[in-house]
């Protein structure tokens, strides 16, 4: 069984650009989130999609925004980049939105801002 | 809200001596709590949760309701061990579940 997918492995953007990041989630997972994770600060919790639809957000600007198509795959993008969301960008997903099994996560998009 | 605090940014033990990871919460329903695991090089995986009571690899973690705790234990370390533990709860919040981590805890298990 694949794991969730995460493309492209590393990214280099010059700010102000738009970087549109990509995952696909495990076969049968409906639910994906997307966390950033800076330097010292852990994982931070950006948006929740389940069946298409956002269901929920962390405390970022609206710049940062992602779909979820129907294949359940999903993309993150931020607009208008900034220096300091240069960062790891966790893409992790769950069965239907409950988080009862804990997350399955990809292994990340390393965004680089200069 | 709800808050997950994980107060040793660092653990510096060594190999065979017990390893306790702290994690303290805040969140006024009933938590689904987790620890996952970041070994070098390798992607966020999930190492235990609260409902399961297991023990993978040595670890345990008891839920202390009235210390709002969840801390990671194993009784003699080991150096494959080494890694970032980071401790995650799951609660909701106006009907969507809202998963937290915490900032993590980097163990460093010396020889």
């Known amino acids: 069984e694949a794991g969730v997918t995460q493309s492209p492995t590393h990214l280099i953007k010059t700010r102000g650009q738009q970087a549109t990041l990509r995952c696909s989630p495990i076969?049968?997972?409906?639910?994906v989130y997307w966390y950033q994770q800076a330097l010292g600060l852990g994982l931070q919790f950006l948006l929740w999609y389940d069946e298409g639809e956002e269901r929920n957000r962390g405390n970022f600007p609206p710049r940062f925004s992602g779909r979820q198509f129907p294949n359940y795959s999903s993309e993150l993008n931020v607009n208008a980049l900034e220096l300091e969301d240069s960062a790891l960008y966790l893409c992790?997903?769950?069965?239907?939105?409950?988080?009862?099994?804990?997350?399955?996560f990809g292994s990340g998009t390393r965004l680089t801002v200069v | 809200a709800q808050r997950v605090t994980q107060p040793e940014k660092l653990l510096s033990v060594f190999k065979g001596a017990p390893v306790e990871l702290k994690c303290n919460y805040s969140y006024s329903g009933s938590p689904e709590l987790f620890w996952y695991v970041q070994y070098s090089r390798q992607r966020l995986q999930l190492l235990l949760r609260?409902?399961s009571r297991e023990s993978i690899k040595g670890f345990t973690a008891d839920l202390n309701k009235g210390e709002t705790s969840f801390h990671l234990k194993k009784p003699f370390a080991q150096e494959e061990d080494s890694a970032m533990y980071y401790c995650a709860l799951s609660g909701a919040s106006g009907g969507s579940y809202i998963p937290t981590f915490g900032r993590g805890t980097s163990l460093i298990v010396h020889p």
């Open positions: 992790a997903s769950s069965l239907e939105g409950r988080t009862h099994y804990g997350y399955t």
């Open positions: 076969s049968g997972h409906t639910s």
């Open positions: 609260h409902i």
